[in-house]
């Protein structure tokens, strides 16, 4: 099929875009600076996986940025929010409209900044320009980072000061309904502190369309970040998501993804380990049907001396589907006692499904531990006889191996309302 490549968007278009939405000037240019961008640019080139023939560029934008009302957000999205209390840390938003915001006192009391980007911008400007696009992405990497400036339409901006301790996660729902999300996240923890977040992408839209996703984390000296996500957009939509973090010395950031789309999908998660003893746990887990394809990429890249960084990544291949999973761990020179491990493992359930796990190395420096283990194939034929000999079916004990397969990420997933949703996932998936 072919695709019409050209962008639909003009410079008038992005700066009524913006002067509606009352940005600072120094947004409106990064925007038109971005958008002269998207023509030069190349596609980003995920390896074995060509992406020149997918949907990027053709979808509604929307200018109203009305706030959505709640009452009238899908039924999947309302049970994902939860019953609203004064207690609840949380974000919804309906094609980058905010139809829910709310902070608890408590956290707002310690001096955290937890809200949507539009807002963000208006109150907190200063402090959106100095990490919005930093350390983590360039503008210029690649025309859909290119053009996800241009468009950005959605996102959450966090931001937790030196010596603060979030004890409750902060949540985020953003719902893809009608037109194109352009979602960009920021999560910044100071020196010595520590937050959760957890965000849902969900959405079924009648037309094709398009979720272009960048997220930025930046965690201090001894800071703790914990990211969770469950992406689970239909397959009428083709998405982009790029999720990076920036690590201090002693810091650590985990990762835990739930990548559930029934699209086409292009995965990119990067964590560069630049302090000393900084650390990085990253999981990934994801159920690919149907005729879709999808390219994962985990990269942990050590700069700090005595920095851990561990990748796992479990995928389930149904049907006509077909996933590259690439693991990827450099350390750099001068990054002297760091360890990195990685483990990549593809279950294929048909003769068509089709999984291909790349796990790469890249050593600049001899006193290191660095190993990597990979695996393609059948589900264990000893597991299911083992199930199957104490009465379970064959269907049901298949079932419980693909749960048990996922569980790395399901489990530490701390808000128990985006849990049992990923699990109801993972039951319509896996049926």
């Known amino acids: 099929m072919s695709v019409e490549t050209k962008l639909a968007f003009d410079q008038e278009y992005v700066k009524q875009f913006s002067t509606g939405r009352g940005e600072p000037e120094w947004l409106l240019n990064f925007r038109l600076k971005a958008l002269e961008l998207v023509d030069k640019l190349d596609l980003p080139k995920p390896d074995k996986t060509k992406i020149d023939k997918w949907n990027f560029t053709q979808f509604a934008h929307l200018q109203d940025v009305t706030a959505s009302s709640f009452d009238e957000l899908d039924d999947e999205v309302k049970a994902l929010a939860g019953e609203a209390t004064n207690e609840q840390n949380i974000v919804v938003q309906k094609d980058g409209a905010t139809a829910r915001l709310q902070l608890s006192e408590a956290v707002k009391q310690q001096g955290v900044i937890f809200t949507d980007l539009a807002t963000a911008l208006k109150e907190h400007g200063q402090l959106v320009e100095k990490y919005f696009m930093g350390d983590a992405v360039n503008v210029d990497e690649n025309r859909l980072v290119a053009l996800h400036v241009a468009l950005m339409n959605g996102g959450t901006f966090i931001y937790v000061p030196k010596n603060t301790e979030v004890t409750v996660p902060l949540q985020a729902v953003y719902n893809v309904s009608e037109a194109a999300l352009f979602n960009h996240v920021i999560v910044v923890a100071e020196d010595n502190s520590s937050v959760t977040y957890v965000e849902n992408y969900v959405g079924s839209p009648k037309e094709e369309t398009v979720a272009n996703i960048v997220a930025e984390v930046y965690a201090g000296a001894g800071a703790r970040v914990s990211f969770g996500a469950v992406d689970n957009l239909s397959e009428n939509v083709t998405t982009y998501v790029v999720r990076r973090a920036h690590v201090g010395r002693d810091a650590r950031v985990d990762w835990a993804l739930g990548q559930m789309n029934d699209g086409n999908t292009v995965s990119e998660n990067t964590t560069h380990l630049i302090g000393e003893g900084s650390y990085a746990d990253t999981k990934t887990v994801t159920i690919g049907r149907g005729t879709q394809k999808q390219n994962f990429t985990t990269q942990v890249f050590h700069h700090g001396k005595h920095s851990e960084g561990y990748i796992l990544k479990h995928g389930v291949m149904r049907e006509e589907a077909t996933a590259i999973f690439n693991g990827i761990t450099k350390i750099e ?99």
Do not use: C, W
């Open 333 to 431: 020179h001068g990054a002297s006692k760091s360890n990195g491990e990685q483990t990549e493992r593809v279950l294929m359930l048909s003769e068509k499904a089709r999984g291909d796990a790349n796990p790469i190395l890249l050593i600049d420096e001899d006193d290191v531990t660095a190993g990597h283990a990979a695996s393609v194939g059948r589900i264990d034929p000893l597991q299911m006889f083992y199930l199957m000999s104490r009465g379970i079916t064959q269907k049901e004990a298949e079932r419980l191996i693909i749960h048990g397969f996922l569980a790395p990420v399901v489990n530490q997933l701390p808000v128990e309302s985006v849990k049992e949703r990923f699990t109801e996932v993972i039951e319509r998936k896996v049926k």
